[in-house]
């Protein structure tokens, strides 16, 4: 057989020597899905600030004008916000009239407005646009006139950390469109990615850890959220592999016991003990369990495995139980602490030394309250949060509308899953950074902190301070997808390059922006004295930086009166 036929995973199996292969070969590349149609008006032809400034802001939040489909649901949340800030109903009429179409006619359009305005009266202006919130104005006078802004939704994961992906990693990312659905899928691909490799460790401040990571993809319902099952599906075939394997274990079990129980009732022996019942081995944990149940399972996976919902109800449906909670056990396992548990009736105790598991979730931001009821709860800050509003736009769902066959795609990508776990299966390996690794990390890890105190206070601490731990994991994972790229079979050590700790630190940045912005939709525990209104806080910060840059104050001697980071100042003032 000629070796230029052989899969990249075929040469890792076959134990020959370390060699490159093309990367384009390890799937075919998919056409992505089209682009949102742009926004028909540039901004600078806008009629009066404040409906150029609540253009702006809306489609921050909500992207251009769209196509057909999601045009009167856009423009009802664009006429709700203008009615908030004072915009005139003529003002926004006229400049609406432009989107008519045949089938999204001027009485549409003036029926949608009207009403809103009409309805809503009570509340507009309530929220006024200041025309020196504008960066055009500058030399206006602050104080007292720049109204509190109110947090905006956190955009998406940076270009830049996708071009520095691993290929393979880029491509299961590719079928799903730009944004907030291509990041959902890289998200939860990591997150179940992590529980695939149980061999790996590293040392992060002097405590072993593993790969696992834990996720969180918030947004209405029918956003998008449903790229993470294609992400389950990378790993299904390994779990058929387990799953099928126990269950034929069980059968033999089976067998075995009716022969014990019949030589036993013949009274051929009476010392001979019940063959043991074998362990049921799976990869996927069902969130629909029990604490008890939870634990058997873990115990019976040498205490791994990945829990993937894409319904969190089913998550928080369990935790809410008395029988089921097992929030601490996610707690204890996102650090690998030993976790125990006696069964009062047979008496029957579990000790696992050092669980690990992944966490892969996706709901709506009403199962967020229901699954971490307050912004106290350890269990945020240990998740690595995505969140995004999309209005309702309906795709072409044809096989001309760019997604090709993502089943056969996916197939094909679990199979290489399937051989890179089985190129690692018993290769104890350790993941390490370079020094230059470990200063990047510590630098962003300084900066996150100092800016989610500002935000945050104390919940947002905590949630910095642990996405560290997220960095170093992720950095890891991709070291480790890196050496398959270059058709290397990781050794007993990996180490990550710059873009492996680069793109880890970008897509965790963003993540630790979204988190923030969840912290405030959480009340705070009752008695508690942590800071339930950050974004005010830094709000008031804000507008006295800005006052002391008026004033001619340099940027480090604001970042030391206010006690912000530099960066912060920076971005805040760079535009006056």
């Not at 779990?239 to 129980?261: I, V």
């Not at 301070?465 to 890891?476: M, Q, S």
């Not at 525990?525 to 910060?541: D, I, M, T, W, Y």
Request: aromatic residues 8%.
């Amino acid at each position: 057989m000629d070796s230029s036929d052989v899969s990249p995973f075929g040469l890792l199996m076959m134990a020959t020597a370390p060699r490159t292969f093309d990367p384009t070969a390890w799937a075919p590349k998919l056409t992505t899905s089209a682009k949102p149609v742009p926004s028909p008006t540039s901004i600078g032809e806008l009629p009066g600030d404040a409906l150029a400034w609540c253009l702006t802001q809306h489609e921050k939040h909500h992207g251009p004008f769209p196509g057909p489909g999601g045009r009167n649901t856009w423009l009802t949340a664009l006429t709700y916000f203008c009615n908030e800030r004072g915009v005139a109903e003529g003002l926004l009429s006229a400049h609406a009239a432009q989107w008519q179409a045949d089938d999204f006619t001027e009485m549409e359009i003036s029926r949608t407005i009207g009403g809103i305005f009409k309805n809503a009266k009570a509340q507009h202006g309530n929220k006024p646009f200041a025309s020196n919130i504008s960066t055009r104005s500058a030399n206006a006078s602050v104080a007292g006139q720049r109204e509190t802004p109110s947090p905006a939704l956190p955009g998406p994961i940076a270009q830049q950390a996708y071009n520095a992906l691993p290929i393979w990693l880029r491509k299961c990312c590719e079928p799903f469109t730009p944004g907030a659905e291509r990041d959902v899928m890289l998200l939860s691909t990591l997150a179940v990615l992590s529980g695939c490799f149980a061999s790996i460790k590293g040392i992060y401040d002097g405590a072993p850890v593993w790969l696992n990571l834990f996720t969180f993809i918030l947004a209405p319902a029918a956003s998008g959220k449903g790229a993470m099952g294609w992400a389950r599906k990378l790993a299904w075939q390994w779990h058929q592999r387990l799953t099928q394997a126990s269950k034929q274990a069980a059968d033999a079990y089976q067998l075995q016991l009716q022969e014990w129980k019949t030589r036993r009732k013949g009274k051929q022996t009476t010392a001979e003990m019940p063959p043991p019942a074998p362990a049921f081995k799976q990869l996927y944990l069902p969130g629909n369990t029990s604490a008890a149940a939870l634990m058997r399972a873990l115990a019976d996976n040498d205490g791994r495995g990945i829990i993937c919902e894409t319904e969190a109800d089913t998550l928080s449906g369990a935790l809410g139980q008395d029988f089921g909670n097992f929030s601490d056990l996610l707690r204890k396992a996102f650090h690998h602490e030993p976790v125990s548990l006696m069964r009062k009736t047979d008496r029957e105790q579990i000790d696992i030394g050092a669980p690990a598991i992944s966490l892969a979730l996706t709901g709506t931001p009403a199962q967020l309250r229901r699954l971490i009821p307050t912004a106290e709860d350890g269990l945020f800050s240990r998740i690595l949060f995505y969140t995004f509003e999309r209005p309702a736009a309906w795709r072409d769902v044809s096989p001309a509308g760019g997604r090709g066959n993502l089943g056969q795609f996916f197939d094909e990508q679990a199979t290489a899953v399937t051989r890179m776990m089985e190129a690692m299966a018993g290769q104890e390996t350790c993941f390490e950074m370079t020094s230059d690794g470990w200063a990047a990390l510590n630098a962003a890890g300084r900066k996150g902190l100092a800016e989610a105190v500002v935000v945050a206070g104390s919940a947002g601490a905590s949630t910095a301070l642990r996405l560290g731990l997220t960095i170093f994991r992720i950095a890891g994972l991709l070291a480790l997808l890196r050496c398959f790229e270059h058709g290397v079979a990781p050794g007993e050590r990996i180490v990550a390059d710059a873009q492996d700790v680069s793109a880890a630190i970008s897509i965790v940045e963003t993540g630790r922006a979204h988190a923030l912005y969840l912290l405030e939709t959480l009340p705070a525990a009752r008695g508690s004295v942590s800071n339930n209104n950050g974004f005010a806080q830094r709000a008031e910060k804000q507008e006295r930086a800005i006052a002391l840059h008026l004033e001619k104050k340099g940027v480090r001697e604001i970042a030391d009166i206010l006690g912000v980071s530099k960066s912060t100042i920076h971005n805040w003032t760079k535009d006056l």
